[in-house]
């Protein structure tokens, strides 16, 4: 019984390194098609927002990475977030790159930036106050009387008075440089994991079964043993 239960713990070993390698590149993958995933759902629950609205909105997140520290999961998933606030791809692109100058001025992640935004642009302007942003009263209340055009446009305004630049300025200095490098492996390994993922669903498959037959052929030798 020990031998054959070495055999197969080492069989198991070497399938459990192989998945090592492609688990690493899947789990990179897995964040891109959840945050992906996510807006488009949250998207299609909006009235106002087009048929390709996510497709615009993933394009921008590619964009914006390039010249940003933040990888485009990252600002995938907070678009999704300003999605569920029903507001629509338009509003959306408008917010995406003062979302991103938020989270890299205050540290704050992507999606608690985003549900700040979101709760702003919906009429909860003192959620702001979060991220040190104080809105004059007599502004934004002249701003709310000539429409919400005029209210998107003020409190954007106000958000870049305090953040304007600031992703791009950190992308610009040397550590910022390695995270956009950082950020490209992170594609490179996106791309592995879509083309891996048939390998780990079948090293999965092959591990569950060994464990089985390990598990059978325990059973039967303890029952012969029996005899």
């Not at 594609?187 to 591990?207: F, R, W, Y």
């Amino acid at each position: 019984i020990g031998i054959l239960r070495n055999n197969l713990l080492l069989i198991t070993f070497a399938f459990g390194g192989l998945m090592a390698a492609v688990n690493k590149t899947v789990g990179a993958y897995r964040q891109q098609i959840e945050a992906e995933t996510k807006l488009r759902r949250s998207l299609a629950n909006v009235a106002s927002a087009s048929s390709d609205g996510a497709d615009k909105l993933i394009q921008l997140a590619a964009a914006l990475q390039k010249v940003t520290t933040f990888g485009d999961e990252q600002i995938i998933a907070g678009q999704a977030m300003l999605a569920t606030f029903q507001l629509n791809e338009d509003a959306i692109a408008a917010l995406t790159p003062r979302m991103i100058d938020m989270a890299a001025a205050t540290g704050k992640d992507m999606v608690s930036s985003a549900m700040l935004l979101g709760k702003a642009f919906t009429g909860q302007v003192s959620a702001l106050s979060e991220a040190g942003i104080i809105i004059d009263k007599v502004g934004i209340t002249s701003a709310r009387s000539a429409g919400p055009v005029k209210e998107f446009a003020f409190l954007a305004g106000e958000l870049d008075k305090n953040f304007k630049g600031v992703a791009e300025a950190l992308a610009d200095t040397d550590i910022g440089k390695i995270d956009q490098m950082t950020n490209a492996i992170s594609d490179l390994n996106e791309e592995m994991g879509k083309s891996t993922l048939p390998l780990q669903k079948l090293a999965v498959q092959i591990k569950k079964g060994i464990l089985e037959s390990l598990s059978m052929w325990i059973m039967f030798f303890q029952e012969w043993s029996k005899l």
